[in-house]
């Protein structure tokens, strides 16, 4: 008789799953990922050794939320437990396959269309007024402009909190203030709440073996669709054939470029706080293309 192979993961994640093989696979920064092969078929399996509470509940429901716009490929959230998740396995495309041509405009559409699905407000695209971006706890309290909502709700948190963790210089503080006095001003034209992936950068893009553009990894809200892109530019994994082709759908208010600082603030600032990694030159080069 063949004994089940046993497997380090919260019981309440493989219970009934039948594992029949586990395998880590990349996952990102933070998390645990696993294919785990089941007698029906591979499913994924992510979980933390630290967890942080809300998190994964806050991962799928983003990863429902984009589903129901019927735009852009998400894997289905098969279980959710606070202990991790299951999600539809998703074949990867093979190392060094970059993509065709077709597939990064069909991303940019797609993208374009996700961004068209409107919210009423700024922030939560539900009741929940918690969001996370990595670990990060967000405050996603709706609000009725993309100012109070990035500016006031996250940017100016994330920059206090990176001066007391000491990853960030405290003269900053006073470039940061006069930001969000000029909130209304650097935040641009009044656009709709659009359905952001809201942590869209190239790492949470999943190339897969269909030579389609999968999102993972969500941080989902409503939001100003000018900071998905300024995500996509600021470790670069995208062709410029995402942009052409997104912009032909959806074009961009004036003043776009200028405003690609503004949205790569959180981002940078997220880094700063979570890994401790020195960003101060990087925010502050930004915070001077603003004007501050």
Known sequence: MLVPPRFDLPAELTDGLDVQSLRPVHGGL??????????????????????????????ARGLRALAQTGTVPVPAVLRER???????WVEPAPPGFSGSAEASERFGRELAAMHAHHGQRFGSV?????????????DLTPTDTWAESFLRARVWPLV???????HLDPAVLPRVDELVQRADEVCGPVEPPATLHGDL???????????????????TQFGHREMDLAFMRLFAGFDERVFAAYAEVAPLAE??????????????????????????????????????
């Open 82 to 88: 606070a202990t991790g998740l299951v999600l539809q």
């Open 160 to 166: 206090h909190r990176a001066v007391r963790q000491e």
């Open 126 to 138: 539900d009741d929940s007024a918690t969001g996370h971006l990595g670990v990060l706890p967000l």
């Open 201 to 219: 950068w190239h790492g949470n893009v999943l190339h897969a073996q269909d030579d389609r553009r999968w999102m993972v990894d969500p941080s």
């Open 255 to 292: 003043g776009c470029r200028e405003r690609v600082a503004l949205h790569q603030l959180l981002p940078l600032l997220a880094n700063a706080v979570m890994f401790g990694h020195s960003c101060q030159a990087s925010i502050s080069e930004r915070l001077s293309r603003l004007g501050v």
């Open 30 to 59: 933070i998390a645990q990922v696993y294919r785990a092969q089941t007698a029906t078929g591979p499913v994924c399996i992510k979980t933390m050794n630290t967890l942080t509470d809300g998190l994964f509940a806050n991962e």
